[in-house]
């Protein structure tokens, strides 16, 4: 009834009509705090559904973490058993060293460089003393 009387009167003194200026204020007033509760719940509405995607994508990420868990797994026990096959298969006089790089070469001489890397070494120590 108060609200009514102000708006009545305005201000100012006793007058009998509307004061248009702060029954506009007062409405726009009312209907911003409206659209600003509405959009809040529209905005939770959306963190929600944000908040829901998220959490299925995060199940779907688990899904296919633990899939490559046990491909690897997988895969690693086969590398052991290709191994231990090929430790088993092995022949008798050839050293290991022939099946991984291909060269039957004399495995007890070092490389020329390597030797060559001696000698460097060698000089280098005895130029220092």
């Known amino acids: 009834m108060l609200l009514l009387k102000i708006l009545m009167t305005g201000l100012g003194p006793h007058r009998p009509r ?33 908040l829901a995607d998220l959490n299925v994508r995060q199940a779907d990420q688990k899904n296919d973490h633990e899939e490559l868990q046990k491909a690897l797994a997988q895969v690693s ?29 004399d495995h007890d001489a070092p490389p020329p460089v390597a030797k060559r890397l001696q000698r460097a070494k060698r000089k280098g120590a005895r130029s220092a003393e």
């Not at 092995?90 to 022939?98: A, E, F, K, R, Y």
């Open 18 to 50: 509307v004061d248009l200026g702060l029954l506009l204020g007062s409405v726009g007033l009312i209907a911003t705090g409206i659209s600003l509760y509405s959009a809040g719940t529209r905005g939770q509405a959306a963190l929600r559904v944000e």
């Open 77 to 105: 026990a086969r590398v052991t058993a290709l191994e231990q096959e090929a430790a088993a298969r092995q022949l008798p006089g050839i050293p290991p060293d022939v099946f991984e790089t291909g060269s039957v070469a």
